[in-house]
């Protein structure tokens, strides 16, 4: 139980486009997903937390105009890279929360975002 | 000065050895401790989970939590070439919808046959 899928796995796009990517949880309800981005050999930082129906809470220094998220359903949100630039590629991940405590957070398997 | 200090490593250890990761931090108001495994490309998977101090164990894998030191550990025993991952060490305040976690840099483990 407590799946996370995200898609794509792996997404190239030309520089000046925009990238959607879905996270969804399988076989569970998560009022709460969480969107990290990941440089490589570096750490999980936190870009927003996005709840469902609402507004999406952004982290000091994420450009909220530039990293949409769209939390529509208690299964899915969605993160678009809206006019990408090489420099926003990374490796994206998102989690959803099973339950309120903080170790009931399960993560999808990424997206690798590259961008030419 | 970050939240979360975790020395990125890489570790390298034979198989069969003891592991030894750690953490430590500065925010006092941490109670929710946690350590994730994350193989390359793949996101991370809850290993184990400690609120406040005190040990807990998991098969080979034991968790040990030093509110007084800010300290937090993670020992393997009897490690095996499965276990060559990233460990990363997580934290949290409190338990409500929106708490957030906040990772250390995380460890690259390799265990060699």
């Known amino acids: 139980g407590a799946v996370v899928s995200q898609h794509p796995s792996w997404v190239i796009c030309k520089s000046g486009t925009s990238v959607k990517i879905e996270c969804r949880s399988l076989?569970?309800?998560?009022?709460?997903m969480f969107w990290y981005r990941q440089f490589p050999k570096q750490s999980l930082m936190l870009m927003a937390t996005s709840n469902e129906g609402s507004k999406a809470t952004y982290e000091q220094g994420v450009e909220k105009d530039k990293f949409l998220i769209n939390h529509a359903s208690l299964t899915l949100s969605t993160l678009t890279v809206t006019s990408a630039h090489p420099e926003d590629s990374s490796f994206y991940i998102c989690?959803?929360?099973?339950?309120?405590?903080?170790?009931?957070?399960?993560f999808g398997p990424g997206t690798r975002l590259t961008v030419t | 000065q970050k939240e979360v200090e975790q020395d990125p490593g890489p570790l390298s250890v034979p198989e069969g050895a003891i592991v030894s990761l750690n953490c430590t931090y500065s925010?006092?108001?941490?109670?929710?401790f946690m350590w994730y495994r994350q193989y390359s490309r793949k996101g991370p998977e809850l290993l184990m989970y400690?609120?406040?101090?005190g040990n807990k164990e998991d098969g080979r894998f034991t968790a040990q939590v030093d509110k007084s030191s800010k300290y937090i550990s993670l020992f393997i025993r009897d490690s095996q070439p499965s276990d060559s991952a990233t460990y990363l060490c997580a934290m949290s305040e409190r338990e409500t919808s929106g708490s957030r976690l906040t990772f250390g840099e995380g460890t690259q483990l390799t265990v060699n046959p």
């Open positions: 925010n006092s108001a941490f109670q929710y």
């Open positions: 076989d569970f309800q998560a009022t709460t």
């Open positions: 989690s959803a929360r099973y339950r309120l405590a903080p170790y009931e957070q399960y």
């Open positions: 400690t609120y406040s101090s």
